[in-house]
């Protein structure tokens, strides 16, 4: 037996003699507590830092949290709905009709119906919500969403160093395009307050700090980077025109509150999440501060924020098939979609269709830029606008106006999928078109002096389903040609060479958009 054991240990002694050295080395410096295993490379150094290192950093986490916390505040809100019951209607009806229904009248003679506003009774309930704001003055002002105080009927503001007390919040400015709200506190004392950044200066892979109140936990501090700059994003029916990207931990109640730098600078206002399940899903959404530091001064000053506008609803980026049958050099432009009654726009002689390429001596490039170049404009200025209609360009007049504090969103009804086997049928792309007859017209609300052919079945695979054709969408032009009938649509079918690009002017649900299509080269 003791033989076998001197063997295995001489076994096990070869065995350490045989490792190379250099290939690990068990660091177990009892400042870890806990071992850890670096492998080294004879060229390159540990791709994991020193303790110091480490810990260096930890000491710059924890002193971030320590300055910027005091500044972070847990914001409740109530709003009251008001709302209507007939005491009754849970029970059939009033036992006094029920009495009356059999015995006519309760004395014997016949009584007044009763105002059915007169047997409701009126009730109120309290809608509660939570969010975060940061303290950016001394004197008292938070920033934060405005979507956190929208409707609210009663603001409440918990300070970092009393959570036991709560103060009233008054709303002073609001900004609905941005989501971007002020709120003002009072306070014998002067208050700690958070130092604003640059987020123009912010790289992908910075450190991000952020601090909130997630599901009500005040002080919630999480850390990640910046993931990405995104712009144009709709986020839970919000239109968000430019966005930082992190994976520091957001969550419900989060909004408002501040995104951090490593030198604990406000750096962004986070706002929202891209989430499945309804929590943090490692996709977190903040408005740059310098698109809040941009409005502040007005937003303190006259409660709003005041932009030129000018009335037009915008398609999407122009891709290569609409620039080609739009005739628009290096895809640089906006395509009108849709121009409003009334507005600067509309009197200004611009229709749907055409691409504006020049606003007020500025080139366009993109719906952002022109949505910048306008808003930026003071109402009432008159500019100089070019565009492109029929492949040509035209100069135009207009003046701005002031722009709506909300746009509101059209309702679309939903529709059911109109017969295959309605009117004449036509075949193009994968689809299958149908005449516009007085019955689907009045089936999917369309005015009757509306003129086109109706998609009544798309082809699985198809090019028609790969560009965003849906069954009941309208078509009423085809490369800017009017489409009237079945007949029409199959000689564009015949005649169109699509690897120069096809663009589809549908409309959908009342509502009028641009598809574009580019075919393969055979």
Known sequence: MLKK????????????????????????????????????????????????????????????????????????????EKFAVNPYEFFFMDPQDLFEQFFNSPHGQVQPKKNPEQQKKYFQRKIPGTGSGVIIDPEGYILTNEHVVRNADEIKVTLADNPDKKLDGKVIGRDERTDLAVVKINSSAKLPYARLGDSDRLRVGDWAIAIGSPFGLSQTVTVGIISASRQNLSIEGRNYKDLIQTDAAINPGNSGGPLVNIYGEVIGINSAIYTPSGGFAGIGFAIPINRAKEIIPELREKGKVVRGWIGIILEGKIDEATAKVFAVPNQEGVLVKEVLSGYPAEKAGIKRGDVLIEFDGKKIKDNYELQNIVSATPPNKRVAVKIIRNKKEMALNLTTVEAPASLGSLKQKEEQAPSKEEGANAKWLGMTVSELSSRLKEQFGIQEDVTGVLITEIESGSPSEEMGLAIGDLIRAINQETVTNTKVFEEFAKKTETKSGVVFDILRRNESLYISYMGQEK
């Open 5 to 80: 054991i001197l063997l295995v240990i001489l076994l096990l002694f070869i065995l350490i003699l045989s490792l190379d050295r250099n290939k690990f080395v068990l660091d177990l410096n009892p400042i870890s507590y806990t071992p850890t295993l670096f492998f080294k490379s004879k060229n390159n150094p540990p791709a994991v830092g020193t303790h110091s290192e480490v810990l260096n950093l930890q000491e710059s986490f924890a002193q971030v949290a320590e300055s910027v916390k005091p500044a972070v505040v847990n914001i409740t809100t109530v709003h009251l």
